[in-house]
C-alpha cells in the first residue's frame, strides 16, 4: 500500500426515481469533512443518494485532496496522478450516473493531528444557531483550525475582545468576507468571534467563543555559563638583561679611569 494515502471513502446510491425529487447536498463527513479518522463508511451508512445529489468534499487543501478511483484502486488505496486530483478544499461533485462509487485523498501523513472545525457543522455561519452548544464538548488546540462557511455578502466574520463579544460592537475594520474563512488558532486562551451585519450578533446570536489549550512549552531560561575565570597576573618577573649590561659598562669605564689615572701621576713623576 501507498504509504502517503489516508483514506478511502466508498458510496452507493440508486439511480433516478420514478417520481420527481429534490436534489441533496451532502457534506461527505459532516462537519468534521474530508479529513483523518473519520468512519466514512457510518457516515454514509443512514443515506440514500440519488443521482443528482451532490456530495460537497471540504477541507484544507494544503493537507488534503480527492480522488476519484476503481474498486480496485480503493481497495489497496491506489493514487491516480496527481493531475487527476480535486484540491480546491471546496469540491462539489454531482451524482451522475447510479451504481458504486469510490473517492480517496493521496495527501501524505506528516500533516500533524491538528483538527479542522467547520463552525456550526452542516449549518455553517449564520444567523439563529447555537454556536456555543456547536462548541460544547469540543477540545480545542493551538494549531486547530476553524473554518466559517457561509454565503458571501450575507455575513462575515470579525475576531473580536471579550467587551467587544459581550456588546456586538462591530471593529471599524479586519473583517473576513471570503465566505471560506480559515483561521488558525495560533495561541490558547479565550477567543471571541463576531459577524458583522446589522442585528446578525446582537439580535440572532451569530456570535462565538471557544477556549484554546496548548501550545508549544514557553522555552527554559537558558542558565548562564560561569564566566571563563581571568588568570590573575603573577608577580612581575624582573628584566636584568639591561642592568647587566649597565654593570657591565660601568666596570669598563673604571677601568679605563684607573688606567688614565695612573698614566697620569707616572707622566707628572
Not at 473580536?160 to 486562551?189: E, H, M, R, W, Y
Not at 608577580?235 to 659598562?249: E, G, L, Q
Request: net charge positive; aromatic share 12%; with cysteine.
Amino acid at each position: 500500500m501507498d504509504s502517503k494515502i489516508i483514506f478511502c471513502f466508498m458510496i452507493g446510491f440508486l439511480g433516478f426515481l420514478p417520481e420527481i425529487t429534490k436534489a441533496t447536498e451532502y457534506w461527505v463527513g459532516g462537519e468534521k469533512g474530508w479529513t483523518l479518522d473519520v468512519d466514512y463508511q457510518a457516515w454514509a451508512k443512514d443515506k440514500t443518494f440519488k443521482v443528482g445529489d451532490k456530495l460537497v468534499f471540504k477541507y484544507n487543501k494544503d493537507r488534503h485532496n480527492v480522488f476519484k478511483v476503481n474498486q480496485t484502486s480503493f481497495q489497496n488505496c491506489i493514487v491516480p496522478p496527481p493531475s487527476q486530483g480535486l484540491t480546491s478544499g471546496n469540491d462539489v461533485i454531482t451524482l451522475a450516473s447510479p451504481g458504486k462509487h469510490w473517492w480517496s485523498s493521496g495527501t501524505g501523513t506528516g500533516t500533524g493531528t491538528a483538527m479542522e472545525y467547520w463552525v456550526g457543522g452542516d449549518k455553517g455561519w449564520t444567523i439563529d444557531v447555537d454556536y456555543q452548544a456547536w462548541a460544547k464538548g469540543k477540545n480545542f488546540k493551538v494549531g486547530d483550525t476553524l473554518v466559517f462557511k457561509y454565503t458571501k455578502g450575507h455575513h462575515n466574520v470579525f475576531k473580536v475582545n471579550q467587551t467587544s463579544f459581550k456588546d456586538c460592537i462591530v471593529p471599524s475594520s479586519g473583517g473576513l468576507t471570503s465566505g471560506d474563512d480559515v483561521i488558525t488558532l495560533a495561541t490558547p486562551g479565550k477567543k471571541w468571534y463576531i459577524c458583522g451585519f446589522p442585528s446578525h450578533c446582537s439580535d440572532h446570536n451569530q456570535k462565538l467563543v471557544i477556549t484554546v489549550e496548548g501550545g508549544a512549552p514557553a522555552p527554559a531560561t537558558p542558565i548562564p555559563s560561569p564566566a571563563t575565570p581571568v588568570p590573575t597576573p603573577g608577580p612581575a618577573t624582573k628584566d636584568d638583561s639591561n642592568n647587566s649590561y649597565r654593570v657591565t659598562i660601568s666596570a669598563y669605564k673604571i677601568f679605563v679611569g684607573g688606567v688614565v689615572l695612573v698614566w697620569t701621576i707616572l707622566t707628572l713623576v
